[in-house]
C-alpha cells in the first residue's frame, strides 16, 4: 500500500489503522539455503523494540547507539520488530512528506510534526519509502526517531538518530 502523507495534518494525534497482507504460493516467508542471498534479501535497517529499548541490529551504528545512516535518493527499507510484550512506536518528523510502503501489522501514526508506526508487542513491520535529498547546501541532514510512549526524555533507550547523507555516484 503506498500513501503519501500530507503537508498539512491536524494538531491532534490522528491514528490510522494499517495492515498489508501477502499472499504468495507456499508456506511462509521466501527463504533460502544460502545466507549470503538471505542477507541481500533482508532489508537496510532492522531495529529490534526489546526491553523498552531501541536496538539498530543491521545497518546501524557499531557501538550499539540507536543511529543509522541512509543514503538521500535511494529507496530505504526499514523492519521494525517488537520483541516486548508492550506496544512501541517508531517516530520521526523525517517521515511526514514520505510516500511510504508498509508491510505487516503497525497503525500509523500523526502528530502535528512528525510521523510513524505503533508496533504490537511480537509483532514487525516493513516500512519501504524513498529517501529525499537533504536540503539543498548540505551533506547531511539529521532527524530523531523515538518511541511516543517510551522515549520522550533525553538519555531515554527509546530515543534514537537516523542521519540521511547525500553522496555521489557515478551517473548523477
Known amino acids: 500500500?503506498?500513501?503519501?502523507?500530507?503537508?498539512?495534518?491536524?494538531?491532534?494525534?490522528?491514528?490510522?489503522?494499517?495492515?498489508?497482507?501477502?499472499?504468495?504460493?507456499?508456506?511462509?516467508?521466501?527463504?533460502?539455503?544460502?545466507?549470503?542471498?538471505?542477507?541481500?534479501?533482508?532489508?537496510?535497517?532492522?531495529?529490534?523494540?526489546?526491553?523498552?529499548?531501541?536496538?539498530v541490529v543491521k545497518g546501524g551504528d557499531p557501538a550499539g547507539d540507536p543511529l543509522f545512516a541512509m543514503e538521500a535518493g535511494l529507496d530505504t527499507e526499514i523492519l521494525l520488530r517488537n520483541e516486548d510484550d508492550v506496544a512501541h512506536e517508531f517516530v520521526s518528523p523525517f517521515f511526514l512528506n514520505v510516500e511510504i510502503m508498509m508491510s505487516g501489522e503497525a497503525t500509523t501514526v500523526f502528530t502535528k510534526d512528525a510521523v510513524g508506526f505503533r508496533v504490537e508487542g511480537g509483532k514487525s513491520v516493513t516500512i519501504r519509502f524513498p529517501s529525499p535529498h537533504v536540503e539543498k547546501g548540505a551533506k547531511i541532514q539529521k532527524n530523531l526517531f523515538w518511541c511516543n510512549v517510551h522515549g520522550k526524555d533525553p538519555g531515554d533507550k527509546m530515543l534514537g538518530e537516523l542521519v540521511l547523507m547525500e553522496t555521489k555516484r557515478k551517473g548523477r
Do not use: N
Open 1 to 55: 500500500m503506498t500513501r503519501s502523507i500530507p503537508w498539512f495534518l491536524p494538531l491532534g494525534a490522528m491514528v490510522v489503522s494499517l495492515t498489508t497482507v501477502t499472499i504468495g504460493m507456499g508456506e511462509g516467508p521466501v527463504s533460502s539455503k544460502d545466507p549470503e542471498l538471505e542477507a541481500l534479501l533482508e532489508p537496510e535497517v532492522i531495529i529490534v523494540m526489546k526491553d523498552k529499548a531501541f536496538h
